[in-house]
């Protein structure tokens, strides 16, 4: 569901894209950075949920990766052509070369990295990435992060998942956006 709050002092005028491999944190950290940019978040996963009416692990295991690569290509495709928002991509969003295309023309990229053992820990915690379910979780991920590492490395901003509260992750980010140019631009003070 998009959230947003009213932030008085600039409009983030395009849209912020988290890349990233499974488990980073690009859903967590999203949903917290969103509302400190004013701007509404959306989870990639979330709206593909939305749009089939079944969860990632049921699509997956119904109608196979390729659908659910289709369908996340669409749902990346009809918000990167919409008002800016935060997005959390899924991790393999960027395999799709239109979605790296569509992602460089009209947002900021953020990729946000963690170590693999963190990455394994984190996202074999709920058991609801299909990708992680059959073979060595570990060897997945070494293999998946090698094949996407390039897309991931061309992201405009590289932030290393913060120890501590989410919020030190958070800090690290809006610190990087302010100083990205012409990103967040003031807005009047209807008080003054
Ligand atoms: N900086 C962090 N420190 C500790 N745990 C984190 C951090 N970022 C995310 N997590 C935890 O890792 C798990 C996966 O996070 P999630 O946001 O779903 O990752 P992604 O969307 O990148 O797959 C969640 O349980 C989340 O609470
Ligand atoms: O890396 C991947 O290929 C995937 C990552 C998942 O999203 P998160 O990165 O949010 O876990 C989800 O899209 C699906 O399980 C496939
Ligand atoms: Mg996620």
New binding site residues.
Partial sequence: MAQTRKHPQFQCIRPIVLV?????G??TIGRRLAPRLGLPFY???AE?EKAAGMR??DL?ELHG?KS?REG?AKVMKRLLNGPPHVL??????V?HAATRALIVKKAVSIWIKADTDTVVRR?TRRG?????KTGDPKKTIER?LKQ?SEFYANADIHVDSQPGPHENTVALIMEKLESWPSLLIPVEDDNS
């Fill in positions: 990233g491999m499974m488990g980073a690009k859903t989870d990639a996963d593909i990632v692990g997956f990766e659910f996340e959390a991509t899924g991790g393999g969003a395999t996202a609801t990435r299909p990708l992680l998946l996407r």
